[in-house]
């Protein structure tokens, strides 16, 4: 996948598909690809394909969607980390061939899509997205449900990332300004950005900002998965760089917000 960054910038959730099947081609690639897509918890995600007519799948906030996917991961800790981090790799994987996606949560009849996908007991199905080529041009409902949450805006750097303490804006430099704006333009659940980051000793320590909401047994907590997306983002951002790092779950014990919780740290060695 060429040109991150330029992926990351341009891709934006479709909800209005041309009705086409995906060639055969992408399809190749698109199920070659999930089956290498690793996440820094080896947690491991599978991926399904689920054709909407042989399954009778639809959703009310999409049109013309022929194909969907489905990710199952077994529910255990870091689990929805895991499932956001994975997810989003095909998510910019597909849009790098010129195919649309969006995170499907909660607008779906689930019990239908858990069948077609054969979730198991233990496992959950936090989301799906349609897989297909972007009609040319959005419906109507599409563009009035972008404008209801904002879907192109995002917060600015210095409510979302922290110098050593929470609140303490932090300014990116270097090579870092690149990965800091890959994380602030990720997508997330009704474009609520639930992801910080505080930069201490050199570790980028990245927290939950919780709304309430967005945890149940089908999914998970959403804003979790929002911040395996942001990670996701971040290293895959490092790797292009050509920077090595690791990926620990040890809590440096900074002082947050009681509506915060502790993620993950990245260590750029």
Same mark, same amino acid.
């Given at each position: 996948?060429?040109d991150?960054?330029?992926?990351?910038?341009?891709?934006?959730?479709?909800?209005?598909?041309?009705?086409?099947q995906?060639?055969?081609?992408?399809?190749k690639?698109?199920?070659?690809?999930?089956?290498?897509?690793?996440?820094?918890?080896?947690?491991?995600?599978?991926?399904?394909?689920? +054709? #909407?007519? *042989?399954h009778?799948?639809? /959703?009310?906030?999409?049109?013309?969607? @022929?194909?969907?996917?489905?990710?199952k991961? &077994?529910?255990?800790?870091?689990?929805?980390?895991?499932?956001?981090?994975a997810?989003?790799?095909?998510v910019?994987?597909?849009?790098?061939?010129?195919?649309?996606?969006?995170?499907?949560?909660?607008?779906?009849?689930?019990?239908?899509?858990?069948?077609?996908?054969?979730?198991?007991?233990?496992?959950?199905m936090?989301?799906?997205?349609?897989?297909g080529?972007?009609?040319?041009k959005?419906?109507?409902?599409?563009?009035?449900?972008?404008?209801?949450i904002?879907?192109?805006?995002?917060?600015?750097?210095?409510?979302?990332?922290?110098?050593?303490?929470?609140?303490?804006?932090?300014?990116?430099?270097?090579?870092?300004? +690149? #990965?800091? *704006?890959?994380?602030?333009? /990720?997508p997330?659940?009704?474009?609520? @950005?639930?992801?910080?980051?505080i930069?201490? &000793?050199g570790?980028?320590h990245?927290?939950?900002?919780?709304?309430?909401g967005?945890?149940?047994?089908?999914t998970?907590d959403?804003?979790?998965?929002?911040?395996?997306?942001?990670?996701?983002?971040?290293?895959?951002c490092?790797e292009?760089?050509?920077?090595q790092?690791?990926?620990?779950?040890?809590?440096?014990?900074i002082?947050?917000?009681?509506?915060?919780?502790?993620?993950?740290?990245?260590?750029?060695?």
């Open positions: 996948m060429n991150l960054m330029e992926i990351i910038k341009g891709r934006k959730s479709v909800r209005t598909y041309n009705g086409e995906l060639s055969n081609e992408h399809r690639l698109l199920e070659e690809y999930m089956k290498g897509i690793t996440n820094p918890f080896d947690i491991p995600v599978e991926f399904v394909l689920l +054709d #909407a007519k *042989e009778e799948l639809s /959703s009310p906030v999409l049109s013309g969607e @022929q194909l969907y996917v489905a990710g991961v &077994d529910k255990k800790p870091y689990a929805d980390v895991a499932f956001g981090f997810f989003e790799k095909l910019l994987y597909a849009w790098s061939l010129g195919i649309g996606t969006v995170w499907i949560g909660g607008t779906m009849k689930r019990e239908v899509f858990e069948k077609a996908a054969a979730l198991k007991a233990g496992e959950m936090p989301c799906v997205s349609p897989l080529y972007p009609a040319p959005r419906s109507l409902k599409e563009t009035m449900m972008r404008k209801g904002g879907a192109d805006n995002r917060m600015p750097a210095d409510r979302l990332f922290f110098h050593e303490n929470w609140g303490s804006p932090l300014t990116p430099d270097g090579d870092m300004t +690149d #990965a800091m *704006e890959m994380v602030r333009l /990720s997330s659940a009704v474009n609520k @950005q639930p992801w910080r980051i930069l201490k &000793d570790i980028y990245f927290y939950e900002k919780k709304d309430k967005y945890v149940s047994e089908s998970g959403l804003q979790k998965i929002d911040v395996g997306i942001a990670l996701c983002h971040f290293t895959m490092l292009e760089q050509g920077k790092y690791a990926v620990s779950v040890s809590d440096p014990g002082d947050i917000p009681q509506d915060a919780e502790y993620i993950a740290s990245v260590r750029i060695l």
